[in-house]
């Protein structure tokens, strides 16, 4: 295809803007897909995604649009995901093209991540074209936001397109402003072939699937390719483009985007940046590369029944072919036996994957506390990573320690704004910056990613009903006063509910830990004391009571339905149930006992 008939762009929006929307739009008012096979949310292919209404691996679509001037534009849309967990696939996509679509909801404004998004985009050299979407709206102020896109991103509004994405009006606008607005890739073609690894996943039938750019050069099928980076050759044995399906094609040209199989086995053995080439004959100069994504939050992932742990590991290892963003070693816990400590991007990303292990493989896991990755500076002048609080060394062999901080940008309706400094201060934050736009706060923190990482994004959703828009960037590591705080139960320390916090927050940490598990750990025949603990100084204590086995027997009198219930209650509950020594403790107690409220 001549490169002045392609445009390649991405959507960048806030999670809920209306960007999946758009996509559908735009795929069926071209006819890319059959009106029979259109379903909703098309490109967000996995169930996980579909239910969530999240997008989470980039997804892309070649569609063909007959535009105003006569002739037919091929369209490469690459779909980015919207969760901060998942910047780094936005980053990399983008550079993969040449404009932007910037979606905001025309009633309610740019929000952290349409924030984060276009400064990606901008980042990537794009010319972005703005759309106003959900004018269908009686709530909508198109006007309004168009002002608030060039106050708060410097972007000029005034060319922005009012559009519905439901019910399609605006749309042959989009068309149009992608041909016109948007700029036309480069690329030699008689030049060595230049080929950008854009994204790759696993697929059960067809093994690993490379997405490419084409920079320079041409690719075709049966061409003997090398990954620079890992020097590695492969014969390319499928070529493709996606529509969204794959249909096969014989060669893709500069400024085209594919896909190719070559007998991969593993998503490791592709890395997202490398430059593709040919073996012989190929370029000499790779394009810059990405930083690689690195796990930031860890946990341990073991199996509620001992015996399900062979079909963990299958699981884990199946997973981690599609994702090499997930790491995963072997752990042994005294209480909870054999399992996983496992590295994810941020805390959505581990709930997908633990939601994955527990429907497509039918796994009953217990999750201990989501940690970050501490620095430990040992005397002996060694620097250690800590993954799991439970491994931390004896105080006295350690110099200091470091955590990992990150800058949170945070957008809020002034009248919560109250709401938000205070949990930010709750936090360890630091402010850093306060501005306005219109009735709408910014405020960036400087923050522990230990203190966001487990519910630090429901609490600013629920102060705020919903209002925040929340966004961060990991920025350094640095000294706190850190300590690991242990819990014990009847006198056995649970090292699955070790956490390391900060020595002026441990006292309220520990009171708070050890009432919540008061409530949360069934009553026994015996008397429980639960305490936690700050090497052998116990800093918060309770006892948890005796209590008769007939758990019906505090319903008085008739209410056998009531009766039923809590039996039945009692049984659920049973089997996620963990033995600690004589005590059993329930799943939920490993969780719930970390929230802070
Ligand atoms: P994404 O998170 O940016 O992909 O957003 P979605 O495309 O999933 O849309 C989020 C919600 O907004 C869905 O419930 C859509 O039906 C709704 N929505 C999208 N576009 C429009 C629109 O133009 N008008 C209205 N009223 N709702 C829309
Ligand atoms: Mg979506």
């Not at 758009?22 to 009106?35: C, F, N, P």
């Not at 168009?146 to 060319?159: F, H, R, T």
């Not at 299958?314 to 005294?334: G, Q, Y």
């Not at 996620?576 to 059993?584: I, L, S």
Request: proline letters at 4%; one cysteine or more.
């Amino acid at each position: 295809t001549q490169l002045d008939l392609i445009r390649n762009f991405s959507i960048v929006a806030h999670i809920d803007h209306g960007k999946s929307t758009l996509a559908d739009r735009l795929i069926q008012m071209t006819g890319t897909v059959a009106e029979r096979d259109m379903k909703a949310q098309i490109l967000d292919s996995m169930d996980i995604e579909r239910e969530r209404g999240i997008t989470i691996k980039a997804n892309t679509v070649r569609i063909e649009y007959p535009a105003k001037d006569g002739k037919t534009y091929i369209l490469n849309l690459i779909d980015t995901p919207g969760h901060v967990d998942f910047a780094y696939e936005v980053s990399r996509s983008m550079r993969a093209v040449e404009g932007s679509l910037l979606v905001v909801d025309a009633s309610q404004g740019v929000e952290a991540q349409t924030l984060a998004n276009v400064y990606h985009a901008l980042d990537a050299g794009h010319e972005i074209v703005p759309v106003l979407n959900k004018i269908d709206l009686p709530a909508a102020e198109p006007e309004r936001v168009k002002q608030n896109i060039e106050d708060v991103i410097g972007l000029d509004a005034s060319d922005a397109i009012a559009i519905s994405a439901k019910s399609g009006l605006g749309i042959p606008d989009v068309l149009e402003a992608i041909v016109t607005r948007l700029p036309a890739p480069k690329g030699d073609r008689d030049a060595p072939l230049k080929a950008m690894l854009v994204d790759s996943w696993y697929d059960p039938y067809l093994g690993v699937v490379v997405m490419v750019r084409i920079m320079d050069g041409v690719m075709k099928k049966g061409d003997r390719v090398r990954m620079m980076q890992t020097n590695a050759v492969y014969g390319i044995d499928k070529l493709a483009v996606l529509k969204p399906q794959m249909v096969d094609i014989a060669e893709l040209g500069p400024g085209e985007i594919g896909i190719f199989t070559a007998s991969i086995k593993q998503v490791r053995d592709t890395r997202v940046g490398d430059t593709i080439t040919h073996e012989r004959g190929g370029c000499t100069q790779a394009l810059p590369g990405f930083k690689p994504a690195q796990p930031v939050v860890f946990c341990g992932l073991f199996p509620v029944d001992a015996n399900d742990f062979e079909a963990l590991r299958d699981a884990i290892e199946k997973l981690s072919l599609n994702d090499a963003s997930f790491s995963t070693e072997m752990e042994t816990s005294a209480a909870l036996g054999f399992g996983f400590r496992c590295g994810f991007l941020g805390l959505l990303h581990l709930e997908v994957i633990r939601d994955r292990l527990e429907r497509e493989y039918d796994l009953d896991l217990i999750t201990t506390a989501p940690s970050v990755v501490f620095k430990l500076y040992m005397k002996d002048g060694e620097v250690r990573d800590l993954h799991n609080p439970a491994d931390m060394p004896d105080l006295t062999y350690v110099d200091h320690i470091e955590e990992p901080r990150i800058k949170a940008t945070i957008m809020v309706p002034d009248d919560y704004l109250g709401d938000i400094l205070k949990l930010c201060q709750e936090r360890r934050g630091v402010q850093l910056n306060l501005t306005y736009a219109g009735n709408r706060a910014m405020v960036e923190y400087d923050l522990p990613l230990a203190e966001v990482v487990f519910d630090f994004y429901d609490r600013l959703k629920s102060v705020t009903k919903g209002y925040a828009s929340f966004d961060y960037t990991i920025s350094e590591y640095r000294e706190d006063f850190l300590v690991k705080m242990s819990i014990l139960v009847n006198e056995e320390p649970v090292d699955a509910l070790s956490i390391m916090v900060h020595r002026d927050r441990a006292e309220a940490r520990g009171r708070a830990m050890v009432e919540k598990l008061k409530d949360l750990i069934p009553r026994h025949m015996f008397k429980i004391p639960i305490q936690a603990a700050i090497g052998a100084r116990v800093i918060a204590r309770e006892t948890l009571s005796a209590m008769r086995k007939d758990v019906t027997a505090k319903c008085y009198g008739g209410d056998a339905t009531r009766k039923k219930k809590l039996l039945e209650k009692q049984k659920a509950g049973k089997k996620r149930m963990r033995q600690f020594g004589k005590v059993e403790i329930p799943q939920e107690a490993f969780i719930a006992a970390l929230k802070m409220d």
